[in-house]
Structure formats: C-alpha cells, structure tokens
C-alpha cells in the first residue's frame, strides 16, 4: 500500500506570529523582554484594545488565552498580557527564510501557509529508516532554531494527514512521529474535534449520536457516518479518523507564474496626450489584472510595467512590493510610478522622443492567497468560526497597511505630476 511507502514531515511554526514579532523586537532592541517569555499575544488594536487575538506566547496559553477570541475576553483572563500588532512583513520575511531553509532538504517540499510546510522525503530516507526520520528531524528543527531563532515541531509518519497530526502534539520544538500502526493508541483517544478536517459543526453531529473521540469515529459504520454527515463528509471522517489520506505533498512551480494584461492603443502616446490616453488605459489594465488575480485567488508580490514604442520595440519596468496584492489601486499605482520613470523621467523614452503604441501591466510571484489554512486538503472542511474570524481580523490589518502605502505612493506620483493626476481611496 502507498501508505507505506512515503516518508512525510510537517514542519509548523511555534505560536508563528508571536515567534516572530519577538524576534524583530529582540533585534530591534536586544536589551527588552522576549515575548515568547511572558504571557503576551498579536492582534487587535493595541491602543483601543479592540478585535481578536490571532496569536499567543506559551505562558499566556496558560492563563486560558485563546487564538480567535476577542483582546477584551483575553485581558480579562489574563490582565498583565502583552498585546503587540501584527506585522505581516516581518512575518513574510521569516516564511521565506524557513522555506528556503526546508527547500535544502527536498524540492517535494509544499508550502500550506505562512508558517508550515509538507516535506515528502522518500528519496532521502528509507520509509524503513525510522531512526533515520527522527535524527533528520532534529537537523532540520536545529537548522531553524540556530539560522533564524525560532522553533518548529516536526511530525513525521507516511501520509499528510498523520503528520499534521503530529506535529500537533506537545509543542514547543518537539518532533513526533504518527505512524498508521500508532493510530490507535496516539489519535484515536483524542477528542473528535482533534481530527485535521473535522470542523465544529461536523464535531457537533457526531457527539449527538455518541461519537466523542476521534476512535469512535473508526469504529463507527460507515453507513451511518454518511447518514449523520452526508455522503462526502461520512466518507472522509470514516478514512481520516484510521489514518487514511491519499493527498500527496505537491510542491508549487517554482518559476513566477504571472497574470498580465496588455492593450494596443488607439493612437501612439507621447508626452502631450499621456495623461488623456495613457492613464486611462493603465487604469483599466491595473483594474483586469486585480479581477483575474481575485477570481484565481492569488495575490502577487511583483507588478511590471511594459510599453512597445511605435518603432515596435519592448520595455518593461518592475519592481516588489514589500508585500502581497490583488488590488487594483495598489497594483494601479505601482504601475504608474514605474510608467513614470520609464517614460516621463529624465532619460526617459519621451525624453528620447519616442512615442508608444502599446501598454502592459503584470504581476508576479504569485502565491495562493495568504492564511487560506483551511485548504490543506481537498476535502478540508472550510467553516471553522475561529480561522475565519483570525483570517478576516489579519485581512483588515493587512488592508490597512496597504492602504497606508498606497496614500503614500499616490502623494509621490502627485507630487510628480501635479496633484489630482490620482485619487486617494478612503
Ligand atoms: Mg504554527
């Protein structure tokens, strides 16, 4: 059986977002107080003490803090708590710096979100070589800890599933193994709602007909499984819960898949009719890519700006964004302080006389949409309450901050060319 055959680790952050707004505080100011010490938790607004609370240290886990809770519940636990901000670019910058510290070990290697990643490591290790797996285990939770300083826990067994169980277990820094022969004995004791892909809701109805634990749930029917869940569902909770997961870890194209759009212009463009007919198409262009990045759930970190000159040759322009987007102003934006220097600038091709007849907007390194966590496996349930209310709490901070840096990229493009060239959104 295929089950068998692989040798699969997951590797998950320790209290992720915590771990890592420690660490920039502690390089920022080496003298102050590691937060991983100290009950302390990220999210909500620091100042008014308002949304929830998206991440938490150890010790404030101790006092009953929990991810997804409201900041004014988690205070009333735990009064001394220290709140901090998210901080989705220091956070971006300690993801890539661990996949690439992973990517060392396995190009079958299989980003799930920010901070965790599947690693299919059957070419390097004998599914036979257990002793193997722990000791290579180790090596990677050391490589993390002494290059970046932050813990992971590893769990190794033969499918996804069984290994993001667990790593689950006791945290922090730990490796665990869940082999299909230890199911009985490690998951099948835990609570239902332990199952990866077992929402709230689903939970609920098994309870109902007396299923409480994740083993009575294999020991269960499963003819009545489906008549509780529906077919789907009763199908996967009756594989899941013995450990059966066909998913295999898929490592994402590594070249930068791109969403571009481009238009040949009604007439060539030079410095005179710029503002009348090139602004308008780039505007348009900016607002296509945004509509196919939204619908294809992608958000790019990339935006190239591309024009043809009426004697048919091509230039381009990119820059990276310190963060992700799928939003047209931004993208908009973007486009037009490259379209700036390409063109308008000192040396630029109007400088040079040339006219354009064609214009493009890109972007690229692309990634799935951040903190979709949920789509770790097909057949993943998608309505746990407590992921959505975290995802929609980082969704505002993280809108907010690209807000704020496209306000100040419209005051510089206005200051180039006279103000009111574009328009702040609220
Ligand atoms: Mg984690």
């Known amino acids: 059986m295929e089950q068998e055959e692989r040798v699969i680790f997951h590797v998950d952050v320790n209290s992720a977002?915590?771990?890592?707004?420690?660490?920039?505080?502690?390089?920022?100011?080496?003298?102050?107080?590691?937060?991983?010490?100290?009950?302390?938790?990220?999210?909500?607004?620091?100042?008014?003490?308002?949304?929830?609370?998206?991440?938490?240290?150890?010790?404030?886990k101790k006092y009953g803090v929990q991810t997804g809770e409201p900041v004014v519940k988690a205070?009333?636990?735990?009064?001394?708590?220290?709140?901090?901000?998210?901080?989705?670019?220091?956070?971006?910058?300690y993801s890539r710096a661990m996949m690439e510290i992973l990517a060392r070990y396995t190009p079958l290697l299989q980003q799930m979100s920010i901070d965790e990643a599947f690693l299919d490591?059957?070419?390097?290790?004998?599914?036979?070589?257990?002793?193997?797996?722990?000791?290579?285990?180790?090596?990677?939770?050391?490589?993390?800890?002494?290059?970046?300083g932050f813990t992971v826990n590893v769990g190794i067994s033969s499918n996804k599933l069984l290994a993001k169980m667990a790593s689950d277990f006791q945290k922090p820094d730990r490796t665990h193994t869940l082999y299909p022969e230890e199911v009985p004995a490690k998951m099948w004791p835990l609570p239902i709602n332990d199952l990866y892909?077992?929402?709230?809701?689903?939970?609920?109805?098994?309870?109902?007909?007396?299923?409480n634990t994740i083993g009575d749930a294999a020991a269960a029917d499963l003819e009545l499984l489906q008549t509780v869940l529906g077919e789907r569902t009763g199908l996967h909770i009756h594989n899941s819960s013995k450990g059966i997961s066909r998913s295999k870890v898929t490592p994402e194209r590594e070249q930068a898949k791109s969403v571009s759009n481009e238009r040949t212009l009604s007439k060539d463009v030079d410095r005179d009719n710029y503002q009348s007919e090139g602004l308008p198409v780039i505007r348009r262009l900016s607002e296509k890519v945004a509509e196919r990045l939204q619908k294809a759930g992608l958000v790019g970190q990339t935006v190239t700006f591309q024009v043809k000159s009426a004697d048919f040759d091509r230039y381009s322009r990119q820059t990276t964004l310190s963060g992700m987007t799928d939003r047209a102003e931004e993208i908009e934006a973007t486009a037009l302080y490259?379209?700036?220097?390409?063109?308008?600038?000192?040396?630029?091709?109007f400088d040079k006389g040339l006219s354009i007849r064609l214009i493009g907007v890109g972007v690229s390194r692309l990634t799935g949409r951040q903190m979709q966590q949920m789509d770790l496996f097909a057949w993943a349930e998608q309505n746990?309450?407590?992921?959505?209310?975290?995802?929609?709490?980082e969704k505002r901070l993280a809108a907010r901050a690209r807000q704020e840096k496209l306000n100040a990229m419209m005051d510089q493009i206005n200051g180039r060319f006279g103000s009111g060239t574009v328009k702040k959104g609220k």
């Open 17 to 60: 977002f915590l771990s890592w707004s420690a660490l920039k505080r502690l390089e920022e100011d080496p003298g102050s107080v590691d937060l991983r010490m100290i009950p302390s938790a990220v999210g909500g607004d620091v100042k008014t003490r308002h949304g929830v609370i998206t991440a938490k240290s150890i010790p404030a």
């Open 75 to 93: 205070l009333k636990k735990c009064p001394q708590l220290v709140l901090v901000p998210s901080d989705f670019e220091t956070y971006r910058k």
């Open 121 to 148: 490591l059957t070419e390097r290790i004998s599914p036979r070589d257990r002793e193997g797996a722990l000791e290579l285990a180790r090596q990677i939770r050391d490589t993390v800890r002494q290059e970046l």
């Open 197 to 211: 892909g077992c929402g709230k809701q689903t939970a609920q109805k098994l309870q109902l007909v007396g299923i």
């Open 338 to 349: 490259l379209a700036d220097h390409l063109l308008n600038g000192p040396e630029g091709l």
């Open 384 to 393: 746990e309450q407590e992921e959505e209310e975290r995802k929609a709490a």
